[in-house]
C-alpha cells in the first residue's frame, strides 16, 4: 500500500516508552488528514463516482443523493438503500433490509474499539462519534497502520483521517453527480468493479494472522451460497458460521483440541 | 397527497433506514466493546466474524452486482478480480497494481466480447 502513514523515515521522537505522546491532538488529527491523501482514497471516490451514476439515473435528487453519502457512508450499505427506495419499499422493510446489510458494522467496530480506546480516559461519546467513520476504508486502514503509533494518537490520528476521507468522498460524488451527464455503460461498470476488487486487496492486506486470511477465503464462498439459499439474512450468517469456522478451525492448528 | 408523495419523505426514508439501520450496528459495536483487550481471543473472534462478513459483502458485489456492472458476463466478473487479486500477490500486495489489473482485465475482456 502506497505512502502509508508510517512511512515517515525520521523514527517517532514522541513515542515514549510508557506508550504517552508529547505530540497535541490536533498535530494528530492532521497527521490523520495527511494520511488520507493516499490512493485507496482516489479508489474510493472514483466507487462513489460510479454510484453518483447509479443514484442519478435511479431519480434520486442531489440533496438526497449526499444525505445518503453522508449519513450512511458504508458503501454496499448505501447501494442497499438506492435500491430498497427504488423498489419503493416501506419505511420498516426497507430500515431492515439496510440493516442486515450493515451487520458487519458491529464486529468491525467491536475489532477498532479497543485498537483507539486510552483505558480511563477516551469517553464513550468520542467513540461513538468517531465510530461513524466505521467502513471498510477507514477501517481496513486503522487496523493496519494505527497500532504502530502511541495509543493517545491514535484516536486523533483516525478522526482526522476519517474526516478527511468523507468530506473528499461526498465532494467527489456531489462533483460527479452534476458534471456527469449520461455515463456510458463500460465506464459505469468498470467504476462499479473498483469496490469489490479493491475490498479483495485491502481486505487481505489488513488480515494479521491465520484466522482472519480463514475467514476471508470461508466468507468469500459463503456470501454467494448464503445469498442464493437464506436471502435475506444471508450476510448474518456468513458472518457467524464463516467466522466461528475460521475462528475454530485456526485455533485447533495453533493449540490443537483445547 | 400522502406522506409518500413529499419532498421530505425521502430523507426520513434515509435518516431512519439509512442512517439509524447502518450507525446503530457502530453504536452497538462501541458499548459490546466494553472493555475488550485487542490481544484477546474473543478479539480474534469478532474480527474473524467481520472478516468473513466483509468478505461476504465482496463476493455478492461481484456475483450479485448493482447497476452496470450486471452487463458484463459473470465469468468476465470473477476472472477479472482474481486476475487482479494474483496481481496484488504478484506485486508484493500493491494494492493499486491489483486494482489497476482487474479494471484492465475487465474492461479489455468487455471490449473483446464487444458488449455494449
Same mark, same amino acid.
Given at each position: 500500500? #502506497? !505512502?502509508?502513514?508510517?512511512?515517515?523515515?525520521?523514527?517517532?521522537?514522541?513515542?515514549? $516508552?510508557?506508550?504517552?505522546?508529547?505530540?497535541?491532538?490536533?498535530?494528530?488529527?492532521?497527521?490523520?488528514?495527511? +494520511?488520507?491523501?493516499?490512493? #485507496?482514497?482516489?479508489?474510493?471516490?472514483?466507487?462513489?463516482? =460510479?454510484?453518483?451514476?447509479?443514484?442519478?439515473?435511479?431519480?434520486?435528487?442531489?440533496?438526497?443523493?449526499?444525505?445518503?453519502?453522508?449519513?450512511?457512508?458504508?458503501?454496499?450499505?448505501?447501494?442497499?438503500?438506492?435500491? %430498497?427506495?427504488?423498489?419503493?419499499?416501506?419505511?420498516?422493510? +426497507?430500515?431492515? +433490509?439496510? %440493516?442486515?446489510?450493515?451487520?458487519? *458494522?458491529?464486529?468491525?467496530?467491536?475489532?477498532?474499539?479497543?485498537?483507539?480506546?486510552?483505558?480511563?480516559?477516551?469517553?464513550?461519546?468520542?467513540? *461513538?462519534?468517531?465510530?461513524?467513520?466505521?467502513?471498510?476504508?477507514?477501517?481496513?486502514?486503522?487496523?493496519?497502520?494505527?497500532?504502530?503509533?502511541?495509543?493517545?494518537?491514535?484516536?486523533?490520528?483516525?478522526? =482526522?483521517?476519517? +474526516?478527511?476521507?468523507?468530506?473528499?468522498?461526498?465532494?467527489?460524488? =456531489?462533483?460527479?453527480?452534476?458534471?456527469?451527464?449520461?455515463?456510458?455503460?463500460?465506464?459505469?461498470?468498470?467504476?462499479?468493479?473498483?469496490? $469489490?476488487?479493491?475490498?479483495?486487496?485491502?481486505?487481505?492486506?489488513?488480515?494479521?494472522?491465520?484466522?482472519?486470511?480463514?475467514?476471508?477465503?470461508?466468507?468469500?464462498?459463503?456470501?454467494?451460497?448464503?445469498?442464493?439459499?437464506?436471502?435475506?439474512?444471508?450476510?448474518?450468517?456468513? =458472518?457467524?458460521?464463516?467466522?466461528?469456522?475460521?475462528?475454530?478451525? !485456526?485455533?485447533?492448528?495453533?493449540?490443537?483440541?483445547? | 397527497?400522502?406522506?409518500?408523495?413529499?419532498?421530505?419523505?425521502?430523507?426520513?426514508?434515509?435518516?431512519?433506514?439509512?442512517?439509524?439501520?447502518?450507525?446503530?450496528?457502530?453504536?452497538? &459495536?462501541?458499548? @459490546?466493546?466494553?472493555?475488550?483487550?485487542?490481544?484477546?481471543?474473543?478479539?480474534?473472534?469478532?474480527?474473524?466474524?467481520?472478516?468473513?462478513?466483509?468478505?461476504?459483502?465482496?463476493?455478492?458485489?461481484?456475483?450479485?452486482?448493482?447497476? @452496470?456492472?450486471?452487463?458484463?458476463?459473470?465469468?468476465?466478473?470473477?476472472?477479472?478480480?482474481?486476475? &487482479?487479486?494474483?496481481?496484488?500477490?504478484?506485486?508484493?500486495?500493491?494494492?493499486?497494481?491489483?486494482? @489497476?489489473?482487474?479494471?484492465?482485465?475487465?474492461? &479489455?475482456?468487455?471490449?473483446?466480447?464487444?458488449? &455494449?
Amino acid at each position: 500500500m #502506497p !505512502t502509508p502513514p508510517s512511512a515517515s523515515p525520521e523514527p517517532l521522537p514522541e513515542h515514549q $516508552p510508557d506508550g504517552s505522546t508529547q505530540l497535541p491532538s490536533r498535530v494528530w488529527v492532521l497527521r490523520g488528514v495527511r +494520511a488520507a491523501v493516499s490512493i #485507496p482514497a482516489l479508489i474510493l471516490a472514483a466507487a462513489f463516482v =460510479g454510484y453518483a451514476g447509479l443514484a442519478r439515473e435511479s431519480g434520486f435528487t442531489l440533496g438526497e443523493t449526499l444525505a445518503m453519502v453522508g449519513f450512511v457512508w458504508a458503501l454496499p450499505s448505501v447501494v442497499v438503500l438506492t435500491g %430498497a427506495i427504488t423498489a419503493g419499499m416501506g419505511l420498516v422493510p +426497507a430500515a431492515i +433490509a439496510v %440493516a442486515l446489510a450493515s451487520v458487519r *458494522l458491529m464486529p468491525m467496530t467491536m475489532a477498532l474499539m479497543p485498537v483507539l480506546r486510552v483505558e480511563g480516559k477516551t469517553r464513550r461519546w468520542q467513540l *461513538l462519534a468517531a465510530s461513524h467513520f466505521v467502513a471498510v476504508t477507514a477501517w481496513v486502514w486503522a487496523m493496519r497502520y494505527l497500532e504502530e503509533h502511541p495509543r493517545e494518537a491514535r484516536l486523533p490520528f483516525f478522526l =482526522g483521517f476519517g +474526516a478527511s476521507l468523507t468530506i473528499f468522498v461526498f465532494c467527489m460524488t =456531489g462533483a460527479a453527480y452534476v458534471l456527469i451527464d449520461d455515463m456510458p455503460l463500460l465506464p459505469s461498470a468498470a467504476l462499479f468493479m473498483l469496490t $469489490p476488487v479493491y475490498f479483495l486487496c485491502s481486505l487481505w492486506g489488513a488480515a494479521r494472522i491465520s484466522a482472519d486470511k480463514a475467514a476471508m477465503a470461508i466468507g468469500l464462498v459463503l456470501g454467494p451460497l448464503f445469498h442464493l439459499y437464506m436471502p435475506g439474512l444471508d450476510l448474518l450468517w456468513t =458472518g457467524l458460521v464463516g467466522g466461528t469456522l475460521a475462528y475454530v478451525g !485456526t485455533r485447533i492448528a495453533r493449540r490443537g483440541l483445547r | 397527497m400522502s406522506a409518500a408523495d413529499a419532498w421530505w419523505w425521502p430523507y426520513v426514508m434515509i435518516v431512519v433506514a439509512g442512517w439509524l439501520a447502518t450507525d446503530i450496528w457502530r453504536w452497538l &459495536g462501541v458499548f @459490546a466493546s466494553g472493555k475488550l483487550r485487542e490481544d484477546s481471543e474473543v478479539m480474534i473472534f469478532v474480527r474473524s466474524i467481520a472478516t468473513a462478513l466483509v468478505a461476504g459483502v465482496i463476493a455478492k458485489l461481484i456475483l450479485f452486482p448493482a447497476g @452496470a456492472l450486471q452487463s458484463a458476463p459473470v465469468m468476465l466478473r470473477i476472472v477479472a478480480a482474481a486476475c &487482479g487479486f494474483a496481481a496484488f500477490f504478484a506485486s508484493r500486495q500493491k494494492v493499486v497494481i491489483g486494482v @489497476a489489473v482487474g479494471e484492465v482485465v475487465l474492461i &479489455g475482456g468487455w471490449l473483446l466480447l464487444g458488449l &455494449g
